[in-house]
């Protein structure tokens, strides 16, 4: 009766772990998308555009309600929201200042997302400006700053690894 009680203590926990990675692997692709879009709108506030970080918001937007609910958890899932919130304003406005007022926000939320579901196809870099005292995220240890749009004012804090 011990062994029974056991195999199937072992194979509910063999089920567990293949629904978590089936649920990850549904992530993979609309977080790693919404990671690319983050980065070119990074860019544009990086260069200053407000026209085009506005624009680059909105591809950025859609590529948010892209992600699944389903096989997130409660607190994942919260972040959804704060990140089309931020992502809707920068779209829907062209000033710089208030765009990178937003950015600050989706880095943040952004950073959470992903170093919880742990899905980026990429290394990410997260980044602090000494100046504004605000991070980002990055695809290069020596990003551009988008708050103030300078090179080497800010410092790496943390690399995520790309999942495996």
Same mark, same amino acid.
């Given at each position: 009766?011990?062994?029974?009680?056991?195999?199937?203590?072992? *194979?509910?926990?063999?089920?567990?772990?293949?629904?978590?990675?089936?649920?990850?692997?549904?992530?993979?692709?609309?977080v790693?998308? !919404? @990671?690319?879009?983050?980065?070119?709108?990074?860019d544009?506030?990086?260069?200053?555009?407000?026209?085009?970080? #506005?624009?680059?918001?909105?591809?950025?937007?859609?590529?948010?309600?892209? @992600? +699944?609910?389903?096989?997130?958890?409660?607190? #994942?899932?919260?972040?959804?929201?704060?990140?089309?919130?931020?992502?809707? =304003? @920068? &779209?829907?406005?062209?000033k @710089?200042? =208030?765009?990178?007022? =937003? *950015?600050?926000?989706?880095?943040?939320?952004?950073?959470?997302?992903v170093?919880?579901l742990?899905?980026?196809?990429?290394?990410?870099?997260?980044?602090?400006?000494?100046?504004?005292?605000?991070?980002?995220?990055?695809? &290069?240890?020596?990003?551009?700053? +988008?708050?103030?749009?300078? &090179?080497?004012?800010?410092? !790496?804090? #943390?690399?995520?690894? +790309?999942?495996?």
């Amino acid at each position: 009766m011990k062994t029974l009680k056991t195999t199937a203590l072992l *194979f509910a926990m063999a089920l567990l772990s293949v629904l978590t990675v089936k649920a990850q692997s549904a992530q993979t692709k609309p977080v790693n998308t !919404v @990671i690319t879009n983050y980065l070119a709108l990074k860019d544009a506030l990086v260069s200053g555009d407000g026209t085009v970080a #506005e624009n680059k918001a909105k591809t950025l937007l859609a590529s948010i309600g892209e @992600i +699944p609910k389903a096989g997130l958890n409660a607190d #994942e899932a919260a972040l959804l929201p704060k990140l089309e919130y931020d992502s809707r =304003h @920068i &779209s829907e406005v062209n000033k @710089i200042d =208030h765009q990178r007022e =937003h *950015f600050a926000s989706l880095s943040n939320n952004l950073y959470t997302l992903v170093k919880k579901l742990k899905v980026n196809n990429n290394v990410l870099y997260r980044q602090y400006c000494t100046m504004t005292k605000r991070y980002f995220l990055s695809d &290069s240890d020596k990003g551009k700053d +988008p708050y103030m749009g300078m &090179s080497n004012c800010s410092k !790496v804090t #943390e690399t995520l690894k +790309p999942v495996k």
